[in-house]
């Protein structure tokens, strides 16, 4: 089928994006609208004493002044954190939560301490500089190993030692009973350096309380219904009913846009004060000191194997900054995220995973692109690639001794995870084959003869789509008809509008151009569990094929009466309902403007629904893509330049929707990864706190020069708990990409003796590794 499953179709939203027809938050202006400026704290630790709003208030178009007295007066709740876990000891992890404005201590640098509304944003900015605060300025600590370390500066009072939580899987006796049987251990001390989420898109919000009490709110989110919850429940305390979330077009969210912020709740705080509607928008410079950060672990990791090489056990203790505030769902992407492929994709008899959460002077860390799986597939491809080199074996055939079989399906990876299916070894020897690996020797020493080292990296990713188990979808015929698509799920840029459309058409014959996919109003629909986690296809997509499904059955009974036979009777196959075994039939969409006009007579029952229809998908289990990452890097040792010359990768996402779309995902996702490892770093004062590195000429992101043409391919393996066969790919390329370019980076330098680099393998860090390598060489 020309738009069904399985084609490159073309996006059908970019013509309306790419010529200035999307509309994103801050294009939207409402009646009567204000304007919201946060005045945020240059401290990342101090005590406020006096703060003088007089002369901001009487500023030229100043509407109102806002500080924590006036949010706490009005009973403005606090910005949860909404999932706590428990410690190792059973007991429960010491809660803190945020309000909208500093009450008393600002805790990192960024933190907001005023709102200013005015009738224009210059008005609000400049109101804000007349606001008077005198500082008590505090120790710092910004450093994630050393927050929990004797006489660390405390975040909070009531936390000892920065230690939001210590949490733990695994039996620790069987553990430590297999590493001291273990014929060889391999250990590595990794750090997950901190990222800034940089969407194309910054974060932006309106709020706008009518007379009546109701709230509409208008925001770039990842899927509403988690913020009318939390605004509607915990911050105004109103039935949920009177919240309605409008989103957008969104610019880009890879984890940071599902949360809820301080900024969204005050627009909504300042309208119900002042009876109009208010907008903030953020900057740049905002987004790098307010956006939740990704990453930034710092981790011990081990891996114990017999005297055969066969795996025994693997044990991770990990540090994880949390910041200095628990982002809504911050304590579980370190923690039970990464905990679902703990193991990889390696039959491993024992594994631990024990994490250290620790608040800091910084900016909050919540999910980024992968969300805890780039962590853990980092941690085990670069403990497997080091292995390897310690016992001088092939790196692909020791990952081949110990993967998961085919016939082992389904697997109990024994923490609480059944993997359906994979094949990894063919993905391994595809994406080995598509790489040249044979031809890399050559290619090294050609390298060599150029002054250049070049090293190759091999990374085998498992990662699990988690998130909300429902997903909603309801299928509306409209008056020109058109077929109005509504889901649950939120598109940030992945192409929705295109992949969702596809599977439409497939199952209901229908025309490409009449169908339209909606989303981002809460008032449409009874729930939606929005985009994270890769979970949109598979959750969304079988949402749409159970209600595509209810619809041609309940079309049958209808078509019967336009067709005067009986149910039993009636096909549907290409988009129309026939009488079996004659010619006799009508279109899909002329059946629904029959019943939409009256000119077909309907029982009650039937014509006061229609063709419409609702269905909600629960999964039965999560998704697992996989697939084998190898890269190539060439370095200039007298200028450390990393050079990332080819890049591989073979991925099982089970079905394919849109090959094209998923080629897309995977480049992003690769990009993303490689930036982390090569290029971007959050860097923090570790004495005062302050950002180092908050505008792109300290924060080196990823361009179209750093990146080679990627080699892709997809092994289509079907994935067995779901309809569709589908898995989830938008998180896969990062998951994959970031110890894949540091173990081709470490065999690089492996013939100067460099067994380890940490992340960003930046030109310094590199520059810095060759000239020990000379220096001790000279000596």
Not at 180 to 203: G, S, Y
Not at 564 to 589: C, N, P, Q, V, W
Not at 646 to 653: A, E, H, K, T
Request: aromatic content about 8%.
């Amino acid at each position: 089928m020309k738009f069904g499953i399985g084609q490159s179709v073309r996006r059908k939203e970019d013509d309306r994006l790419v010529t200035g027809h999307g509309q994103y938050t801050d294009d939207i202006n409402l009646p009567n609208q204000l304007y919201l400026h946060v005045l945020r704290s240059p401290h990342a630790h101090a005590r406020i004493g006096r703060i003088d709003t007089a002369a901001a208030k009487a500023a030229p178009g100043v509407k109102a002044v806002y500080t924590f007295a006036d949010v706490d007066a009005d009973k403005v709740g606090l910005l949860p954190c909404m999932i706590p876990i428990q410690n190792r000891d059973k007991s429960a992890m010491v809660k803190t939560e945020r309000p909208a404005l500093a009450n008393g201590l600002v805790r990192h640098v960024g933190d907001p301490v005023a709102a200013i509304v005015a009738e224009t944003y210059a008005q609000a900015r400049d109101a804000a500089e007349l606001i008077e605060i005198d500082y008590d300025t505090l120790p710092a600590i910004a450093d994630t190993a050393g927050a929990t370390a004797k006489g660390a500066a405390q975040v909070w009072p009531e936390v000892k030692d920065n230690l939001a939580f210590d949490w733990s899987f695994g039996d620790e006796g069987k553990i430590n009973e297999a590493f001291a049987k273990a014929a060889h251990v391999t250990k590595l001390d990794l750090i997950q350096n901190r990222i800034v989420v940089n969407a194309m898109e910054p974060r932006a919000a309106i709020g706008d309380f009518a007379a009546d009490g109701s709230l509409t709110f208008y925001s770039s989110t990842q899927g509403g219904f988690n913020h009318k919850a939390i605004l509607a429940a915990m911050i105004f305390n109103i039935p949920q009913e009177k919240v309605r979330i409008v989103t957008p077009d969104v610019g880009g969210g890879f984890g940071m846009k599902s949360f809820l912020f301080p900024e969204q709740v005050l627009v909504c705080y300042a309208s119900r004060k002042l009876g109009k509607p208010v907008k903030w928008t953020g900057d740049r410079s905002e987004s790098f000191l307010s956006d939740t950060m990704g990453r930034d672990n710092v981790t011990t990791a081990e891996l114990a194997l017999d005297k055969d090489n066969r795996f025994l056990a693997l044990r991770v203790n990990t540090v994880a900054n949390m910041g200095a505030y628990l982002s809504n769902f911050a304590p579980i992407i370190p923690t039970m995220a990464p905990l679902g492929v703990l193991g990889g994709v390696y039959d491993f008899p024992l594994k631990s995973l024990r994490v250290e959460g620790v608040y800091t002077h910084t900016v909050p860390v919540d999910a980024y692109r992968g969300a805890g799986r780039p962590e853990v597939c980092y941690i085990i491809e670069r403990l497997v690639e080091q292995a390897a080199r310690e016992l001088k074996v092939n790196a692909a055939e020791l990952r081949r001794q110990n993967f998961i079989r085919p016939e082992q399906f389904p697997y109990d990876n024994g923490v609480g995870q059944k993997y359906d299916s994979g094949e990894f070894a063919r993905c391994m020897d595809d994406s080995m084959q598509m790489a040249d690996w044979a031809g890399f020797e050559a290619r090294r020493k050609d390298a060599a003869g150029r002054g250049k080292l070049r090293g190759i990296g091999m990374s085998y990713y498992i990662e699990i789509t988690p998130g909300n188990p429902q997903e909603i979808a309801k299928i509306d015929f409209e008056a020109d008809d058109t077929v109005s698509v509504w889901v649950g799920t939120q598109s940030n840029g992945q192409g929705h509008d295109t992949t969702f459309a596809q599977i439409v058409a497939e199952r209901l014959g229908l025309p490409f151009d009449k169908i339209n996919i909606r989303y981002g109003d809460t008032d449409k629909l009874k729930q939606g569990g929005g985009t994270g986690g890769s979970r949109s296809l598979y959750m969304a997509g079988n949402a749409i094929a159970l209600a595509s499904d209810a619809l041609i059955n309940r079309g049958k009974e209808i078509a019967s009466h336009s067709l005067e036979a009986a149910a039993a009777d009636i096909e549907f196959s290409d988009g129309s309902f026939r009488i079996a075994g004659t010619d006799r039939k009508i279109m899909l969409l002329d059946l629904a403007r029959a019943i939409r006009d009256g000119s077909l007579k309907l029982p009650p029952e039937l014509a006061e629904k229609g063709l419409n229809e609702e269905s909600v998908f629960t999964r039965s289990a999560p998704t697992f893509p996989n697939g084998c990452h190898i890269c190539e890097v060439e370095i200039d040792p007298d200028t450390g330049v990393c050079q990332v010359a080819r890049y591989s990768v073979c991925d099982d996402f089970g079905k394919v929707v849109n090959p094209m779309i998923v080629n897309g995902q995977v480049h992003g996702g690769i990009v993303q990864g490689l930036g982390q490892a090569l290029l971007e770093d959050a860097v923090y004062d570790p004495e005062s706190g302050q950002l180092l590195a908050g505008t792109f000429m300290d924060y080196a992101m990823p361009r179209a020069d750093d990146m080679p043409s990627f080699n892709l391919k997809m092994n289509e393996i079907p994935c067995r708990t779901n309809a569709l066969g589908v898995k989830g790919c938008g998180e896969a390329g990062t998951v994959g990409a970031l110890a894949a370019v540091m173990n081709a980076t470490v065999d690089a330098l492996a013939p100067l003796g460099v067994t380890h680099m940490n992340m960003p393998a930046t030109p310094l860090k590199i520059w810095q590794a060759v000239q020990n390598h000379r220096r001790l060489a000279a000596e």
